[in-house]
C-alpha cells in the first residue's frame, strides 16, 4: 500500500451516485467532510463523528459504511453512493422515501439519511424482512425524535412495495 504524504492533499477519484467525480484530500481529511464540504454534497448528515449514531451511513462498494470513520482518500476507485441517489428524479421520491413520508418516519430528520442508506442496503439483501429483523438493523442508528415505530413501520410497507415491485418485474419478463 503506497503511503501518502500527510501534509498534502491527494487526488481522490471514485463514483458517486454513478456520476465521476474527483477532487483532492489531505490524508487525514474525513470522508463526511469531504462530501460535504469539498464535493457539496450535504445530504449526508454528521452527528456523534465517531461510529455510534449511524447519521453519516453511505454505501461504498455495495456495503453500508460509516462516512465519519473513513477517510476521503479510502474510496479512490471506489462506487460511493449516499442520499442522493435514492430519489429517482429531482421531483419525486424513491420507495424508501415515500414510505418514511407516508408514516411519519421522522421529525428533525437528522438520523433520516443514514437509516435511509442502511435500509437501502438491507432491504437488497433482505427482500422480506420482519419486524424483529428491522429492529435489529435499526440498533446501529440513533433517533432521538420518532421512537422508531414509525420507522420501523415504513421499512416493512417499502420493502412490501419493492418485493411486489419485484414480482411485477419478473411476471412482466
Ligand atoms: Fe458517523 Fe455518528 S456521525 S456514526
Ligand atoms: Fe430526529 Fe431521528 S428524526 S433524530
Not at 445530504?43 to 456523534?48: I, M, R, S, Y
Not at 462498494?61 to 435514492?86: I, Y
Request: proline share 5%; hydrophobic share 35%.
Amino acid at each position: 500500500m503506497s503511503r501518502l504524504q500527510a501534509n498534502r492533499r491527494h487526488s481522490v477519484r471514485f463514483s458517486l451516485n454513478g456520476k465521476p467525480c474527483a477532487g483532492e484530500a489531505e490524508p487525514r481529511t474525513l470522508l463526511t467532510d469531504f462530501l460535504r464540504h469539498h464535493i457539496g454534497v450535504t445530504g449526508t448528515h454528521v452527528g456523534c463523528e465517531h461510529g455510534v449514531c449511524g447519521a453519516c451511513t453511505i454505501d461504498i462498494d455495495g456495503q453500508p459504511a460509516r462516512a465519519c470513520l473513513t477517510l476521503a482518500v479510502q474510496v479512490d476507485g471506489c462506487e460511493v453512493r449516499t442520499v442522493e441517489s435514492l430519489a429517482p428524479s429531482p421531483d419525486r421520491l424513491g420507495i424508501l422515501q415515500a414510505a418514511f413520508k407516508r408514516n411519519h418516519a421522522l421529525q428533525c430528520g437528522f438520523c433520516t439519511a443514514g437509516i435511509l442508506m442502511s435500509l437501502d442496503g438491507f432491504l437488497r439483501e433482505n427482500p422480506k424482512p420482519d419486524e424483529q429483523a428491522i429492529r435489529d438493523l435499526l440498533t446501529g442508528h440513533l433517533c432521538r425524535c420518532t421512537g422508531y415505530t414509525p420507522i420501523v413501520r415504513a421499512a416493512l410497507e417499502a420493502a412490501a412495495e419493492i418485493a411486489g415491485d419485484l414480482s411485477r418485474e419478473k411476471s412482466d419478463a
